[in-house]
């Protein structure tokens, strides 16, 4: 059930879990899609946020995306969750970057999308002063 992959000069294995045949040496395909999602928004994100020139904040995505019943099981629904940390927190900043990576710049959130539908927010933790407007709860998109 394994198979090695080249991609851009970067081997990396998939792989099945036991009990459906394999030996658990890699990630699942699926699995690979949300982390694909992952770093293409994170990266996007990021890189919005050094051209505002925002420093010195923390940051992590999370997704989740519960699988469909039946078969083929797909994506249900995918969602996302954009994670800051820091003080003085320039909030309209950071969701400008957000929504600019999710609206205009990730490709990979555009072909999941038309897949299933995709939210996200925003939510800020460990901020001792957010800036004024940091949204409670976060963003939907």
Known sequence: MAFEIEQDGHAFILDAPGDSGGADAGPRPKALLLSGLIGCTGMDVVSILAKMRVEGFTFRLEASAPLTDGYPSVFGRISLRYVFGGHGLPVEKIRRAVELSQEKYCGVSAMLRAA???DWRIDFED???PAPGAPEGG???
């Open 116 to 118: 299933a539908p995709l």
């Open 127 to 129: 901020a001792e002063d």
């Open 139 to 141: 963003a939907t998109g």
